[in-house]
């Protein structure tokens, strides 16, 4: 069964840091293309970053210099380390997953971990 684990979310002052982690289970992980989505209150979903397998990355323009996508294929995990925090970044962060392949098509989601930014 594939599983999407998220962890590191919480409360944190604006100009703070967070880490994001995610550890997924039931994939090649090594074959995926790992992402992070946020979605605040009555906002749409918004891609904040991604990461291929071959540690291509792409960031929001949003996000850009203050964030950072990595991942460890031998823990099976991708992480999003968030410096320089703003109100604004407060939302529901989830990790996906996407073999990114016309054989094997579908995104799969993480349960989603809630980041607040507030003084």
């Known amino acids: 069964q594939v599983q999407l684990v998220e962890s590191g979310g919480g409360l944190v002052q604006p100009g703070g840091s967070l880490r994001l982690s995610c550890a997924a289970s039931?994939?090649?992980?090594?074959?995926?293309?790992m992402g992070w989505y946020r979605q605040a209150p009555g906002k749409q979903r918004e891609l904040v970053a991604t990461?291929?397998?071959?540690?291509?990355?792409y960031y929001a323009d949003s996000v850009k210099g203050r964030f950072t996508i990595s991942r460890d294929n031998a823990k099976n995990a991708v992480y999003l380390q968030m410096n320089s925090l703003k109100p604004e970044d407060t939302a529901v962060y989830y990790c996906t997953a996407d073999r990114w392949s016309t054989a094997t098509p579908g995104t799969y989601w993480g349960q989603g971990t809630q980041v607040s930014v507030s003084s």
């Open positions: 039931g994939i090649a992980f090594r074959l995926y293309h």
């Open positions: 990461i291929t397998p071959s540690v291509s990355t």
